[in-house]
Antibody, heavy 126, light 107 residues
Framework: QVQLVQSGAEVKKPGSSVKVSCKAS????????VSWVRQAPGQGLEWMGG????????NYAQKFQGRVTISTDESTDTAYMELASLTSEDTAVYYC???????????????????WGQGTMVTVSS | DIQMTQSPSSLSASIGDRVTITCRAS??????LNWYQQKPGTAPKFLIH???SVQSGVPSRFSGSGSGTDFTLTISSLQPEDIATYYC?????????FGGGTKVEIK
């Protein structure tokens, strides 16, 4: 069964960092992208950034530039999202999602998100 | 960033009713519009790709239409299992953005 399995819930102190993992079934991410989307309690979905391994590109929402790093380890079919300088406003459920790709002129961008992880709750509290 | 505005933010309808949700983009996004369904405590589910392509396994009562800046998601006959929040998402730009969501409840 194709799926993305995320690491468990985290409780962090303000100012610290968190790293969430997203393990894919073998081959699930081949020729696809991976994005991270978060959802604060009672709020909507917010795209944080994504990576497209076959093009070696990553991009981030302006809001998170300089604070978030998204990476993949193709040897283990695992994606990672690290968010630094945490504040209480970063308390949210963090989802990884496989993205279809729009291929234009030899490069690509994220299209729809067709498979999602189960979500990881990150709580930032002193 | 491209802003996505959904309306209404919530609605209440009876079983069997036709339900329409609107999504408007702040600029033309051609057909690069996707829809998701999210039930409480679960991850979003991919429903519709490229404005009107209903994904495999999604009931035929769901449909999507539109292009440019204005899009709609229609549920032709609301069922109890359709109670959820629905989100649109644009994939025209390199920074995808979501609408604010529409919560669908049973009257």
């Amino acid at each position: 069964q194709v799926q993305l399995v995320q690491s468990g819930a985290e409780v962090k102190k303000p100012g610290s960092s968190v790293k969430v993992s997203c393990k894919a079934s073998a081959g699930l991410l081949n020729n696809y992208g991976v994005s991270w989307v978060r959802q604060a309690p009672g709020q909507g979905l917010e795209w944080m950034g994504g990576i497209i391994p076959i093009f070696g590109t990553s991009n981030y929402a302006q809001k998170f530039q300089g604070r978030v790093t998204i990476s993949t380890d193709e040897s283990t079919d695992t994606a990672y999202m690290e968010l630094a300088s945490l504040t209480s406003e970063d308390t949210a459920v963090y989802y990884c999602a496989r993205s279809l790709l729009v291929i234009v002129g030899g490069t690509g961008r994220s299209d729809a998100f067709d498979i999602w992880g189960q979500g990881t709750m990150v709580t930032v509290s002193s | 960033d491209i802003q996505m505005t959904q309306s209404p933010s919530s609605l209440s309808a009876s079983i069997g009713d036709r339900v329409t949700i609107t999504c408007r983009a702040s600029q033309s996004i051609r057909h690069y519009l996707n829809w998701y369904q999210q039930k409480p405590g679960t991850a979003p589910k991919f429903l519709i790709h490229a404005a009107s392509s209903v994904q495999s396994g999604v009931p035929s009562r769901f449909s999507g239409s539109g292009s440019g800046t204005d899009f709609t998601l229609t549920i032709s006959s609301l069922q109890p299992e359709d109670i959820a929040t629905y989100y649109c998402q644009q994939s025209f730009s390199t920074a995808p953005t979501f609408g604010g969501g529409t919560k669908v409840e049973i009257k």
